[in-house]
């Protein structure tokens, strides 16, 4: 199917589905098995495991808020998991956590943050894949808020043993647009004391005219005359500023961004919260610091940046519309803290959403992921101790 990113295919009515929802046919070659897992605070999350053959080096990649594993496994291009597959990454991981549209956590007016994925979701996951990879190797790919979280676990100390991240869009250091932060500062207020919206959702313009939500859609709908997907429009409000603002048309599959409302699911506003706090805060930050359950967590994630062993490739899109300059900000911290252990790169001509989603990423952006996996496959797994002595070490930035 060929559809223009600016229109729609008249043949297709708005609700039918080119690609099947949750579907694995974009990696039809490896054994693909299901492992449900439980966290500290009682909820079920689940990773899907790719693998062809037995390999020293197992990959986890985890996705950001609204997003779910199929962002890394789509089948109308060459996709993240079967790009590692074939370049002899042969075990790979991908976690659907609470913030995933493979679980219906996000459709509940809840008052989880992102203490509560680093604290518990990300431990539990690494515990998960070691009782079947035990002492092998462990690299983590993560994007977005599943990236910020991750972050929070690592720098933290709560997951250790992971011998190289590649944190994409956002990491310690989360920075978003001016009209950005406006909306964090009404939104969650508007969206549940106001309108009484129990979450946002990408398919609001088709839910009823007179709802709540589908009127939400309609407006937002004629604020984005840049192309004739409700979706996108909707997507541009809740995250980034831009028409559009989580990718570039451009570099979008056609069929991508037609399923848009699949590939991004509906999201409570309370981790909006805590991310208006750390935007403000300049940094990762505990949404409450009086809650004991986060007691292990440290106030301020750079406290330890000199003793987390663990090498950190920084990725970001040069025209980053949902974290802007995130990530160049942290590596500039983390490398006054700890010179030469951590690397940048900024990728030309992509945002955010698309470094993982472009239909051209498999040329663009992966070989970066595979060149830095690969550089780092001799190495053994990493721990949270005092540091060595550095050896020298090439940054790239750009």
């Not at 300059?325 to 690397?343: K, M, T, W």
């Not at 030309?348 to 550089?375: C, E, I, T």
Request: aromatic share 8%; hydrophobic share 35%.
């Amino acid at each position: 199917m060929n559809v223009s990113p600016r229109t729609k295919d008249p043949r297709t009515p708005e609700h039918e589905r080119v690609v099947p929802r949750f579907t694995l046919e974009g990696v039809p070659d490896a054994d693909v098995r299901t492992y449900p897992f439980t966290t500290g605070d009682k909820l079920g999350l689940s990773m899907l495991r790719f693998q062809r053959e037995p390999c020293d080096d197992a990959v986890l990649i985890i996705h950001g808020l609204t997003t779910s594993s199929d962002m890394f496994i789509m089948p109308e291009h060459e996709n993240l998991v079967r790009h590692l597959l074939d370049h002899g990454f042969t075990d790979v991981w991908t976690l659907d956590s609470r913030m995933s549209n493979r679980h219906p956590y996000n459709l509940l007016r809840h008052r989880y943050t992102l203490d509560d994925v680093a604290a518990f979701d990300h431990p539990a996951a690494v515990a998960r894949i070691r009782q079947e990879i035990g002492d092998k190797r462990l690299h983590v790919i993560c994007h977005c808020l599943g990236s910020v979280s991750f972050m929070m676990s690592l720098f933290g100390g709560v997951v250790e043993g992971i011998t190289s991240v590649i944190a994409s869009s956002a990491a310690l250091t989360p920075r978003i647009p001016t009209w950005s932060r406006l909306k964090l500062a009404v939104a969650p207020f508007l969206l549940e004391r106001v309108l009484d919206l129990p979450y946002l959702d990408p398919n609001a313009r088709h839910e009823p005219l007179l709802s709540r939500s589908g009127l939400l859609g309609r407006a937002v709908e004629l604020l984005h005359p840049e192309c004739d997907v409700p979706a996108c429009h909707m997507l541009s409000m809740m995250w980034g500023t831009g028409w559009p603002a989580i990718y570039h048309h451009e570099n979008l599959h056609d069929v991508t961004h037609q399923r848009g409302g699949d590939l991004h699911g509906a999201t409570s506003v309370h981790y909006y919260r805590h991310l208006r706090k750390m935007v403000s805060a300049g940094g990762a930050v505990k949404y409450d610091p009086s809650d004991p359950k986060f007691d292990h967590l440290p106030d301020d994630y750079f406290d330890f940046a000199e003793e987390i062993e663990t090498p950190v490739l920084l990725v970001t899109g040069e025209s980053n519309h949902v974290f802007t300059d995130s990530n160049i900000v942290c590596y500039q911290r983390l490398e006054s803290l700890a010179p030469g252990r951590h690397l940048l790169e900024v990728i030309p001509r992509y945002g955010h959403q698309d470094l993982f989603m472009g239909k051209d990423s498999a040329r663009d952006v992966f070989p970066r992921f595979v060149r830095y996996l690969n550089a780092h496959r001799g190495e053994r797994r990493r721990r949270w101790v005092q540091p060595h002595a550095q050896e020298d070490s090439t940054r790239t930035t750009h």
